[in-house]
């Protein structure tokens, strides 16, 4: 007998990493070969046709698993029932703009949407936050949630599962080794230019990957500035922000979150205090997930050049928690 369809909530569903992600979804990549699905999308009033040429296309691919689409401009039909919902859509940096003043749109979209989804979706709803600043707005999303009550606000993720593929792309190009021979790698902290992707703990075909390196300048001088800074280099290249590789992420988090991992992963995690991290605080953080709920990796060893590193990106957004604190 087939499973009862899941309801997948999409946000940005007319922008560039929409296009990259819904296919995927709707081909079974993230839930899987065997769960159809609704995709419900939510856009602006005026990207709604654009959104009506995606489900065109959608239609056109005769997915199986495909079950339903909805296409919306209000949150409260777009979250409702949903079992995941992931969240892309987000106000870009533009000329003139400072960070503060991209906290505070952004601030208002995932406050209405936060409280939206605890209003509207399943209560064991898992929410993964793609837009920027992703760690921000995933705190937002669950300080409103956590108000409605009815969701478990540990279950809005901001996405820092790209940074973690990232580092694990440059760790093989360092060693010549397939990327998939590395495990236990880990991204602490923001999705920005200060996280610290560290892999001390990192293991390659039985061998540590620390001491298979053996070159901290390359780890201090290249690896944590290109992880770091890379995109914006796809900006620079590209003249237009990663998309492809971020649906390609999403998908990865979801799906592990949903269907268990076989390694650590890095999620962006409401914090719990591990790790001296304050509690509620969307922190990068070493995870394991198993029969569709996430734990935190506990006990690892902090170096006094890692906790350096994390207190940094710590304090960004501790920072912008502080530049929110009014709207929560
Ligand atoms: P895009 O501009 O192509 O598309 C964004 C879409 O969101 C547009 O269709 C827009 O109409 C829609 N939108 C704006 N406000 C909305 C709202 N309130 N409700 C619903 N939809 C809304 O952008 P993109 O390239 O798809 O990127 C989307 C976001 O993802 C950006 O914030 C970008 O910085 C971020 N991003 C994050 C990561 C990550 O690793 N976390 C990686 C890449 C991009
Ligand atoms: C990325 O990491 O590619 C995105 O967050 C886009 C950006 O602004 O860096």
Redesign the pocket.
């Known amino acids: 007998m087939s499973k009862a369809p899941m309801r997948v909530a999409v946000?940005?569903a007319?922008?560039?990493?929409?296009y990259s992600l819904l296919f995927r979804i709707a081909s079974g990549e993230m839930l899987g070969k065997d769960q159809p699905v609704i995709l419900q999308l939510?856009?602006?009033p005026q990207?709604q046709q654009a959104v009506k040429g995606v489900m065109m296309e959608l239609d056109d691919c005769a997915f199986p698993l495909l079950a339903g689409m909805v296409a919306t401009d209000d949150p409260n039909v777009a979250f409702k029932d949903a079992d995941v919902c992931l969240l892309?859509?987000?106000?870009?940096r533009t000329k003139g703009m400072e960070r503060a003043d991209l906290l505070t749109a952004n601030g208002a979209?995932f406050t209405v949407q936060g409280k939206a989804i605890a209003e509207n979706a399943k209560e064991d709803v898992k929410v993964l936050v793609?837009?920027?600043p992703?760690n921000t707005n995933a705190y937002i999303a669950a300080a409103a949630a956590k108000k409605v009550g009815r969701t478990n606000p540990n279950n809005y993720h901001g996405?820092l599962r790209?940074d973690h593929n990232r580092a694990l792309s440059q760790l093989a190009e360092k060693t010549g080794r397939s990327v998939s021979s590395f495990k236990k790698l880990v991204v602490w902290g923001n999705?920005s230019p200060t996280m610290y992707a560290d892999y001390r703990n990192c293991e390659s075909n039985g061998d540590n990957v620390k001491a298979l390196i053996n070159d901290h300048a390359w780890n201090n001088d290249v690896f944590l500035p290109t992880v770091g800074k890379r995109?914006a280099a796809i900006i620079e290249a590209r003249g237009l922000?990663?998309?492809a590789s971020?649906a390609n992420?999403a998908i990865d988090h979801v799906r592990d979150w949903v269907l268990g991992s076989s390694d650590w992963v890095t999620m962006g995690v409401p914090s719990d205090g591990s790790y001296g991290i304050p509690a509620g605080i969307v922190y990068g953080f070493p995870c394991e997930c198993k029969g569709g709920s996430f734990k935190i990796i506990q006990g690892l060893e902090i170096d006094e050049y890692s906790r350096e590193k994390m207190n940094f990106t710590l304090k960004e957004l501790t920072d912008e928690a502080e530049a929110v604190k009014d709207m929560l």
């Open positions: 946000t940005g007319a922008g560039q990493i929409g939510l856009d602006l990207a892309v859509g987000a106000r870009p979209i793609v837009g920027n992703c996405m790209l999705h995109g922000s990663s998309a971020a992420a």
